[in-house]
C-alpha cells in the first residue's frame, strides 16, 4: 500500500470540511480533503436551503455542495472520495489509512459531522426534504400554516416545537412516555403555546405519503395497547438526537459523554496538538451550515498557525 504525505489532511465534506480546505488552500497548504461516501455531508439530502448568507432566492444543498466542492478546487485542493478506516493519532507525522491508500499529514482537521437519529421507518429516508425533517431552523418555513408534528420529549424536542409554531397552524409533540424530559422551564412553555397539543404514550410507526406530493399523514401505534391511528399531516420533525461521527477517534482524542470532540473554548483545538475539529462533530447546540463553515474557517487558520510554528 502506497503513502502519501501532505502538510494538511481534512477528513469531511460538508459545509465545515469545504471551508476548511478553501482557507488552507488559498493558504498555499495544498490540502487533501477526503469527502467519504457522501460527498457534502447532509445538506447533499435537503432540498431549498433560504437561510445561508448570499443567496437571496434559496439554493438548493447539493449545488451549495458543489459550489463549495468547486471553490476549493479553484485554489489547488486534492479530493478524494473514499471511507477512512482507521487513524494513528499517537505519533507525527499523523496516519489516515483508507482502503486503497495510507496518508500521512502533519496537521489534521476533522469534520466529520454527526448524523442525525431517525425512527428507520420505510419510506422515512425518501421522504427527507418532501415533510420529513431533522432541523425546525432549517425547514420550517415550509411549513407555514400547516399542521405538523415533532418526535420527542427532551429539551431539543421542545425547542423545534416552539420554535415551529411561528409558522404552523398546529403542532403537535409525539412522546412514547407520559412526561417529558426536557427541563422544566421548556416543558412549562411547551404546555403553555396554544398551537402546540401533545399526544402521549404513542410512537409513528408509519409514515403515509411519497416524492412529489410529500407527508400526507402518520400511523401512530400506542405504546399501552398497540392501539393504531391515523394522524393528518404535511410535515414531521425528527428531534430524538444526533450521532457524532467520531467513532474513528475514540481512545485517541478526547470526547464528551455524548461522543462529540472536545475542544478548547474558543477553539478547535483538540487534546491532541496539531489536530483540530469543526462542524458538528463538535457542536451539539446549533448544528447550522453557517456555523459549520465558520468552524471550518477557525480550523483551517488554526492549523496554518500551527504549521508555521514547528
Given at each position: 500500500?502506497?503513502t ?22 488559498r493558504?498555499?497548504l ?9 460527498p457534502?455531508?447532509?445538506l ?32 489547488g ?20 489509512i ?24 420505510p ?15 432549517c ?13 420527542g ?8 416545537a ?95 459523554s ?14 491532541v496538538?496539531?489536530?483540530?475539529a ?30 508555521e510554528?514547528?
Amino acid at each position: 500500500m502506497t503513502t502519501k504525505h501532505f502538510e494538511i489532511i481534512i477528513i469531511g465534506s460538508g459545509p465545515a470540511g469545504y471551508t476548511a480546505a478553501i482557507y488552507a488552500a488559498r493558504a498555499n497548504l495544498a490540502p487533501l480533503l477526503i469527502q467519504g461516501a457522501m460527498p457534502g455531508g447532509q445538506l447533499t439530502t435537503t432540498t431549498e436551503v433560504e437561510n445561508y448568507p448570499g443567496f437571496v432566492d434559496g439554493i438548493l444543498g447539493p449545488d451549495l455542495m458543489l459550489e463549495m466542492e468547486n471553490q476549493a478546487k479553484r485554489f489547488g485542493c486534492t479530493f478524494q472520495t473514499t471511507l477512512v478506516e482507521k487513524v494513528d493519532l499517537l505519533q507525527r507525522p499523523y496516519k489516515i489509512i483508507t482502503a486503497e491508500e495510507t496518508f500521512t499529514a502533519d496537521a489534521l482537521i476533522i469534520a466529520t459531522g454527526a448524523n442525525p437519529r431517525y425512527l428507520d421507518l420505510p419510506n422515512e429516508k425518501s421522504l427527507i426534504g418532501f415533510g420529513v425533517s431533522t432541523c425546525a431552523t432549517c425547514d420550517g418555513a415550509f411549513f407555514r400554516e400547516q399542521t405538523i408534528a415533532v418526535v420527542g420529549g427532551g429539551d431539543s424536542a421542545c425547542e423545534e416545537a416552539l420554535f415551529l409554531t411561528r409558522f404552523a397552524k398546529k403542532v403537535y409533540l409525539i412522546h412514547r412516555r407520559d412526561q417529558l424530559r426536557a427541563s422544566k422551564i421548556m416543558q412549562d412553555r411547551v404546555f403553555k403555546n396554544p398551537k402546540i397539543e401533545m399526544i402521549w404514550n404513542s410512537g409513528v410507526s408509519e409514515l403515509i405519503g411519497e416524492k412529489p406530493t410529500g407527508l400526507q399523514k402518520v400511523i401512530l401505534t400506542s405504546t399501552l395497547d398497540n392501539s393504531k391511528r391515523e394522524l393528518e399531516l404535511t410535515g414531521i420533525f425528527m428531534a430524538i438526537g444526533h450521532v457524532p461521527n467520531s467513532q474513528l477517534f475514540q481512545n485517541q482524542l478526547d470526547l464528551d459523554s455524548d461522543g462529540y470532540i472536545i475542544t478548547a473554548p474558543d477553539s478547535t483545538k483538540t487534546t491532541v496538538a496539531g489536530v483540530f475539529a469543526c462542524g458538528d462533530v463538535r457542536d451539539k447546540v446549533y448544528r447550522q451550515a453557517i456555523t459549520a463553515a465558520g468552524s471550518g474557517c477557525m480550523a483551517a487558520i488554526e492549523a496554518e498557525r500551527y504549521l508555521e510554528s514547528l
